[in-house]
């Protein structure tokens, strides 16, 4: 969700409520690991609550994030490449960015 959305649903029970404070309780809720961000190029970033690792196909055209399971094959080359490396992977977020299906039919019509 972007911030808009989650201020649109937070502030339909708490009217009172500032957009800031929203702004600064997502900000604490990234540093503190319970929302992971998903930056989205040329738009604003989206939000999620953090869950098990996972790929999102993110279309830099609509902004949309699709949620995809987490490859064994992605996965041992990322562990490999931080073994090299001497690298403790703790989390890891793949982002792959691109048109997604509906904007390039849009395109084609």
Do not use: W
């Amino acid at each position: 969700m972007s911030v808009e959305a989650i201020f649109a649903e937070v502030s339909k029970v708490h009217p009172s409520l500032s957009l800031a404070t929203v702004y600064k309780n997502i900000v604490l809720m990234v540093e503190k690991g319970v929302l992971v961000e998903v930056p989205i190029t040329g738009k604003k970033s989206k939000y999620e609550l953090a869950k098990e690792d996972h790929i999102h196909l993110v279309c830099t055209e609509c902004g949309e994030v699709e949620d995809r399971p987490k490859l064994q094959e992605a996965d041992r080359v990322l562990h490999t490449l931080t073994d090299e490396e001497s690298f403790a992977l703790h989390k890891q977020q793949i982002n792959l960015y691109g048109v997604c299906r509906a904007c390039q039919m849009e395109v084609a019509s």
